[in-house]
C-alpha cells in the first residue's frame, strides 16, 4: 500500500500507509491525516484513486493552496517521490515497491567423470574458538530488545516503541501526535522500567482513559486500550 510521510522542517513526523480509496488531508481531527495548524484548510486537499488505479490529488479551494513540487496545482495525479506541500508541512508520496520474484534454479550438466568423495579425517576435532566464548555480549537496550508498538486505531497508524520513554502530546517536537482539548506539549509518555511498561501523564490533574477508566499512571499490558485527546490507541506486544 502507499506511503505518506509528514515532514515539518524536514523532520519527519509521522508515516501514514493507507489501502483506502480516499484519503483527505487537513486541519478537522476526522481527516485522514489530520494537521491542526491555522495554516492548513479544514478540509485542504482529496486523494482519490482514479479508474487508472492512480492517485489523483485535488485541491478542496483551500485558502493557501497545494502544491506539488513547488508547484501549485489544482488537480494532478501522484508519481513516486511527488513532495505535497500544504502550509509550513511536506508530504512525501511513495508507492509501493513489488519485490522481484527469485529467479528459478538452472540445471547444469557436467558430462565428464565423476570426481571421488574425499576419505573422511578420522581423528579431526571441531576448532573451538576459546575467545569468542570468553566475550560476553553488550547488554542490550530497550530500544533493541522492546518489541512494542502503539496502533492508533482510528487512522490505522503504527508507532513503533523504540525508545526508553516516548512522548506523546500535541508539539510538534512530541514523539507521537495527538490533539484535543487541553492537549498539550508531552501531555503523556510511555516509558519503559525493566520489564514493566508504564503510561503516565506529565500535566498536573490530567488524565486519560485505559480500558475505559480514567487515570493517570497505568501499567501496560497487551492489547490495552489508550484513549488520549482525540485519539484512541490500542497496545500490542509481539506474542
Do not use: C
Amino acid at each position: 500500500m502507499p506511503r505518506f510521510t509528514v515532514y515539518y522542517n524536514d523532520r519527519p513526523i509521522k508515516a501514514y500507509d493507507f489501502s483506502d480509496a480516499t484519503i483527505t488531508i487537513g486541519r478537522l481531527p476526522e481527516n485522514s491525516i489530520s494537521i491542526p495548524n491555522m495554516g492548513i484548510s479544514r478540509r485542504h486537499t482529496r486523494i482519490e484513486i482514479d479508474s487508472n488505479h492512480k492517485y489523483v490529488l485535488s485541491d478542496l479551494n483551500s485558502l493557501n493552496g497545494t502544491f506539488i513540487n513547488n508547484k501549485k496545482i489544482k488537480q494532478a495525479q501522484l508519481n513516486n517521490g511527488d513532495k505535497i506541500s500544504i502550509g509550513k508541512y511536506t508530504i512525501v508520496y511513495e508507492e509501493p515497491v513489488e519485490a522481484p520474484l527469485p529467479a528459478k534454479p538452472r540445471a547444469v550438466l557436467y558430462a565428464g567423470p565423476v570426481p571421488p568423495a574425499p576419505a573422511p579425517e578420522e581423528h579431526a576435532l571441531p576448532q573451538v574458538n576459546h575467545e569468542a566464548r570468553a566475550t560476553k555480549p553488550p547488554d542490550a537496550t530497550p530500544a533493541e530488545t522492546q518489541t512494542a508498538v502503539l496502533i492508533e486505531t482510528n487512522k490505522h497508524v503504527v508507532h513503533k516503541l523504540d525508545k526508553k520513554v516516548t512522548s506523546i502530546g500535541s508539539d510538534e517536537s512530541d514523539d507521537i501526535f495527538v490533539s484535543g482539548f487541553m492537549i498539550g506539549k508531552e501531555q503523556a509518555v510511555i516509558e519503559f522500567e525493566g520489564d514493566e511498561v508504564w503510561i503516565k501523564s506529565r500535566k498536573f490533574g490530567s488524565k486519560f482513559r485505559v480500558n475505559g477508566h480514567k487515570t493517570n499512571n497505568h501499567q501496560l499490558y497487551h492489547k490495552d486500550r489508550i484513549e488520549i485527546g482525540s485519539s484512541t490507541f490500542r497496545y500490542m506486544e509481539n506474542e
